[in-house]
């Protein structure tokens, strides 16, 4: 399949579903998390592994003879960093294994169409590949401008009508559009009532990760691709992960008109760029003597995938893209631990170690880039210092004193150290020499 997409990239592929066979279900229920969240029929991962095999055949018949049926998705919502809430679909344990089957499918055509600076929920590529390419392209392009951008509500303002287009541009077999109708006409049950879902995919789905990347392959990448190679003056990079994109520009008239025309090309297809998150600023290595020229002050910073990104300069006074952990994140993971904390406070100390370990351990692996060692030491000795306050609660006879707490904190909590290389390292690595924004 993959072949045959890459051979004719008009191909559209009329025979799918038999590729969905027990082998690649059973593949699909043993990468869910066996922890997961049952959705609303409340079957756990072990209750359906008890007989896992005569569950997958019935599976099987049912999906091939489409007397499957996709069920709601649970409605919950989860804490976002700046205090709202974000939605959750849950989905059932069946969706979620037919989800991941169907989709590791689609993955072999579309991986074929996706282009280079897409970096989302895609095979091989994580967010610190778009953190590399992006932290290249500005070092090593003429960036002077970045459009900070933000798709309001995409997930939910998705358009089915357009998505169900985009997806006949490749698929032809009606079966498995049929299946993706169904899971995105389910609805979802919330406070025990069922309502409709006419736009938009439950977020927490296996299956909308792909589906979101071709929408805006088709909203967005091509588009952006076209218009580069038309009207630009200047150099111009672009780096999505998901619904998040950044763009640098050499030139600001670039970056205006690419702007306005986004906005434009977005309301066509039912999306827009939030009003108060998206930014046009000046960035890049001549952005601070050029704004101290005309009497500004520092180039402004702008956010991506965790990290602040920061016009920053080395020892030797060159050009530096600093990243830091941003604030706001940082505060939530403590306060997070912290409540944990008191409810952990009467656990054995090693229990307590254990865990924070790991929750350090986590947030290193994620932050420990150059330049934010800073951060990533910040965080351990907040966490000591909850971990201190919490177990001198556990008693009015306390004896623990800081030289014992530095102790316990040097025995289980892991260092702060830089854990990635430098991001054009890795870059030069993962594409060998290609460009950034290919």
Excluded at 309 to 334: D, E, P, Q, S
Excluded at 364 to 371: D, K, L, Q, W
Excluded at 406 to 435: E, K, M
Aim: proline share 5%; with cysteine; aromatic share 12%.
């Amino acid at each position: 399949m993959r072949e045959a997409a890459r051979r004719d990239r008009g191909t559209r592929f009329t025979a799918l579903l038999h590729h969905v066979g027990v082998d690649r279900l059973r593949k699909a229920y043993w990468a869910i998390r066996p922890k997961a969240a049952p959705g609303v029929d409340g079957v756990t991962w072990v209750a359906y592994g008890q007989e896992l095999e005569a569950n997958l055949r019935d599976l099987h018949a049912r999906l091939h003879a489409e007397r499957y049926q996709a069920k709601p998705s649970r409605r919950v919502y989860i804490p976002k960093a700046d205090g709202r809430q974000r939605p959750l679909g849950i989905a059932t344990l069946e969706d979620k294994i037919v989800q991941r089957a169907v989709v590791e499918v689609l993955n072999a055509i579309y991986e074929v169409d996706f282009l280079g600076f897409s970096y989302g929920f895609r095979p091989g590529r994580n967010p610190h590949h778009a953190l590399d390419a992006l932290t290249t392209g500005i070092k090593r392009r003429r960036v002077n401008w970045v459009l900070d951008a933000d798709i309001r509500e995409f997930f939910t303002n998705l358009d089915h009508r357009w998505l169900a287009k985009f997806l006949e541009h490749r698929i032809a077999d009606q079966r498995v559009l049929r299946l993706i109708q169904k899971w995105l006409n389910a609805g979802v049950i919330e406070n025990g009532g069922w309502s409709q879902t006419e736009e938009g995919a439950p977020q927490g789905a296996s299956a909308s990760p792909l589906l979101a990347n071709v929408y805006l392959h088709y909203v967005f990448d091509l588009w952006a691709q076209w218009w580069r190679s038309r009207y630009v003056h200047g150099d111009v990079i672009i780096v999505r992960f998901a619904d998040d994109f950044i763009a640098g520009f050499e030139y600001e008239e670039d970056a205006r008109r690419f702007l306005a025309e986004l906005r434009e090309r977005f309301a066509r297809f039912g999306l827009e760029l939030h009003p108060d998150k998206t930014r046009l600023i000046e960035f890049g290595r001549h952005a601070a003597w050029q704004r101290r020229k005309r009497g500004l002050g520092k180039p402004e910073t702008f956010d991506f995938l965790g990290f602040t990104h920061i016009c920053g300069k080395t020892r030797n006074g060159r050009f530096w893209l600093k990243r830091v952990t941003i604030a706001k994140r940082m505060r939530a993971k403590l306060a997070e631990v912290k409540d944990q904390l008191k409810r952990r406070r009467h656990q054995p100390i090693p229990e307590q170690g254990q865990w924070l370990a790991s929750v350090v351990r986590g947030h290193r692996a994620y932050y420990a880039v150059p330049g934010n060692t800073d951060a990533v030491k910040a965080f351990r000795t907040q966490v000591t210092r909850h971990w201190y306050k919490a177990l001198r609660r556990r008693s009015q006879r306390t004896r623990l004193t800081w030289p014992r707490m530095n102790r316990l904190a040097t025995r289980w909590l892991p260092p702060a150290r830089v854990i990635h290389p430098f991001p054009d390292v890795r870059f030069d690595a993962t594409t060998r020499g290609r460009s950034p924004v290919r």
